[in-house]
T-cell receptor
Framework: GAVVSQHPSRVICKSGTSVKIECRSL??????MFWYRQFPKKSLMLMAT?????????EQGVEKDKFLINHASLTLSTLTVTSAHPEDSSFYIC????????????FGQGTRLTVV | KQEVTQIPAALSVPEGENLVLNCSFT??????LQWFRQDPGKGLTSLLL?????REQTSGRLNASLDKSSGRSTLYIAASQPGDSATYLC????????FGDGTTLTVKP
């Protein structure tokens, strides 16, 4: 299957700083990428959908100024957590699909963010 | 809004037992349904993907079925092993994936 690479896999940052997470589709062009967040012992919640070259669509309750998403190319989307706080500590995972909307979405390995 | 429910939330079985995990969804207009495994502190491992036009998929000891009209899918695990212990998530894809809360499986030696 197709490969989606997410980096870094783990990151620790200080409160008030920003951290960027990258999601790359390695062998296909990803028109659409999705960002999910997983709280401890909970399932994955969709945060936002990004389409290449346009603004991301955020789910209700997700602060777009705090979670900045950029999908500048067909192979790269980034999620930047700005002014991080300990409550932002979580597992973040991206997925990507190619040009056809009914094809399989492939998931990255996830990023464990810890804000201290 | 799509809602995905997984039953049971937790399951503990002795090694060797066959078991069934259930997933139900409210909107049948889906592209596909996918079963994942997640080990503690780790990412997702895709187990089986069933397209909306398919009824079932098999991989080794795993068999997943899909009844789109009734909004149900099952994951059957044959001859369970301690290494199968993990959280199993189902995700329904209708343009974007909606996940269930998962079933945490413990297989005792």
């Amino acid at each position: 299957g197709a490969v989606v690479s997410q980096h870094p896999s783990r990151v620790i940052c200080k409160s008030g700083t920003s951290v960027k997470i990258e999601c790359r589709s390695l062998d296909f062009q990803a028109t659409t990428m999705f960002w999910y967040r997983q709280f401890p012992k909970k399932s994955l919640m969709l945060m936002a959908t990004s389409n290449e070259g346009s603004k991301a669509t955020y789910e209700q309750g997700v602060e777009k100024d705090k979670f900045l998403i950029n999908h500048a190319s067909l192979t790269l989307s980034t999620l930047t957590v700005t002014s991080a706080h300990p409550e932002d500590s979580s597992f973040y995972i991206c997925s990507a699909r190619d040009l056809h909307p009914n094809t399989e979405a492939f998931f990255g390995q996830g990023t464990r963010l810890t804000v201290v | 809004k799509q809602e995905v429910t997984q039953i049971p939330a937790a399951l503990s079985v002795p090694e060797g037992e066959n078991l069934v995990l259930n997933c139900s969804f409210t909107d049948s207009a889906i592209y596909n349904l996918q079963w994942f495994r997640q080990d503690p502190g780790k990412g997702l491992t895709s187990l089986l993907l069933i397209q909306s036009s398919q009824r079932e998929q098999t991989s080794g000891r795993l068999n997943a079925s899909l009844d789109k009209s009734s909004g149900r899918s099952t994951l059957y695990i044959a001859a369970s092993q301690p290494g199968d212990s993990a959280t199993y998530l189902c995700a329904v894809d209708a343009g974007k994936s909606t996940f269930g809360d998962g079933t945490t499986l413990t297989v005792k030696p």
